[in-house]
């Protein structure tokens, strides 16, 4: 449970600032690579952790859909071929799907893929990623922009209405947080 969402939310913040940084670099290096993987992971983990936590974000951020293009699998996906995204993925065509916080979150946390993608002239455009799970079916791709968005909408958001009621029957708890 997150107590002190600004100590979630300023670093978010600062990620988002970071990667926008590495959208508008003319060539990344192997460090740079590296730091927007942990930059990646580490908000996609906080973004989780603060949707995760009912008082943290508005439901109208919680419940956000996100902009994913999806690739169909042409064969199976191991340790000694998963670098092969070309020969694994269709490119040839894809699907632009919305896609909950959650299910986001998740298949870059659980990541059996995970590779950032460089545009020709030489920053970050976005990353492709798959779960372990789903590795077999289908390769996501997302826009920078959509996760600089994102990390910026949950760092920015800051409920200031909580309305709780239970039900008298059931017992069930329902939270409103605008």
Known sequence: MVW???NWKLPLLKLAKRLAAH??????????????????????YSVRRLTETPTKVTDQT????????????????TWRNNH??????????????KRSIPFVCGGVIHSFIFA???????????????SDREKDKFLLFMDIDEVIALFRQ???DNPSVIESSRDPV???????VK
């Open 23 to 44: 959208k508008a670099t003319q060539e990344l290096s192997e460090a740079q690579l590296a730091q927007i993987e942990r930059d990646i992971f580490i908000g996609f």
């Open 116 to 130: 950032p993608c460089v545009s020709e002239e030489g920053g970050l455009s976005g990353f492709f990623f798959t």
């Open 62 to 77: 919680r419940t956000m859909l996100l902009a994913v293009s999806k690739f169909a699998n042409l064969k199976p996906v």
């Open 154 to 156: 949950i760092g920015n």
């Open 170 to 176: 059931t017992g069930v708890e329902t939270l409103i």
């Open 4 to 6: 002190e969402s600004e």
């Open 84 to 97: 092969r995204l070309d020969e694994l993925y269709d490119f040839s065509k894809y699907n632009q799907e």
